[in-house]
C-alpha cells in the first residue's frame, strides 16, 4: 500500500505529461475586428492625440509639477507667484545671494536678499524693489558676465516672456442691437353675421 504523500509526489509530474500530451486544449487565436473600441480604449493617448482641453489640462499638471523657485544666474525668482500688473507688468519675488542657485529655495536665508522685480515684456526691461523703497527705473536685465550679483536677468526675462500668455485686450462693450419696430398683426375681425356652415351627418 502506497501512502497519501508519495501519491501527491507525483502530482506536477502527471499534471506535465498530460499538457505536453495534449491533455489541455489550445486556445484558439481570433483577430478581432478593425473597429474595435476596447482596442483603442486600451491604448493611451499620446501627446499629439490630445484634444486642447487635454492638452490644457497637461499643461497645467506640469506647471504644478515644476518647482516653485526657479534659479537664474545669482538670484532665485518665485515662479508660481507671477501677477500681471497694469500695462502688462509682471512681477514676482526674488531672493539673491546664498543658496539661491541650488532651485530649490523655501525660505530666505539670512545670507538672501529679498526683492521684488518687475518684468515687462513688450520692452523687455525690468525694475527691481527692495523692501519699502522705490522701484528702480527701468532697464535691460544683465547677463552673467554684466552682474555677479544680478546675472542671469537676461535668462530669466527670456523665459518669461517667451512662455506668457498674451494680455486679453478688452473690448467696449457693445449695446444689444434693437429689432425694428413692427406693426403688431391684427387678427380679423369676427363677422357675426356669418356662421359657419354645419353639416349633419
Known amino acids: ?29 481570433q483577430e478581432q475586428p478593425a473597429s474595435a473600441p476596447a482596442a483603442a480604449a486600451t491604448v493611451p493617448p499620446t501627446a499629439s492625440g490630445l484634444s486642447d482641453k487635454e492638452k490644457a489640462l497637461l499643461q497645467k499638471i506640469n506647471a504644478l509639477k515644476a518647482p516653485r523657485w526657479r534659479p537664474f544666474g545669482a538670484c532665485g525668482y518665485d515662479w508660481s507667484a507671477w501677477k500681471l500688473m497694469a500695462g502688462g507688468v509682471r512681477t ?14 523655501t525660505e530666505p536665508a539670512a545670507t538672501t536678499n529679498t ?12 525694475s527691481i524693489r527692495s523692501g519699502d523703497q522705490a ?3 527701468w532697464r535691460l536685465p544683465y ?11 537676461d535668462l530669466m526675462v527670456v523665459a518669461l516672456c517667451a512662455n506668457a500668455k498674451p494680455i486679453p485686450t478688452t473690448q467696449p462693450a457693445t449695446p444689444p442691437a434693437v429689432p425694428p419696430a413692427t406693426k403688431p398683426a391684427t387678427k380679423p375681425a369676427a363677422n357675426p353675421a356669418q356662421k359657419p356652415p354645419t353639416t349633419k351627418p
Open 1 to 29: 500500500m502506497k501512502r497519501p504523500g508519495q501519491a501527491l509526489a507525483f502530482l506536477p509530474l502527471i499534471t506535465v505529461l498530460s499538457i505536453g500530451s495534449g491533455g489541455l486544449v489550445p486556445a484558439v487565436a
Open 92 to 105: 514676482t519675488n526674488v531672493q539673491c545671494g546664498g543658496a539661491t542657485t541650488a532651485g530649490n529655495l
Open 135 to 137: 522701484w528702480s527705473a
Open 143 to 153: 547677463s552673467v558676465a554684466e552682474s555677479k550679483e544680478r546675472g542671469g536677468e
Open 115 to 126: 526683492a521684488s522685480v518687475a518684468v515687462h515684456c513688450d520692452t523687455l526691461k525690468l
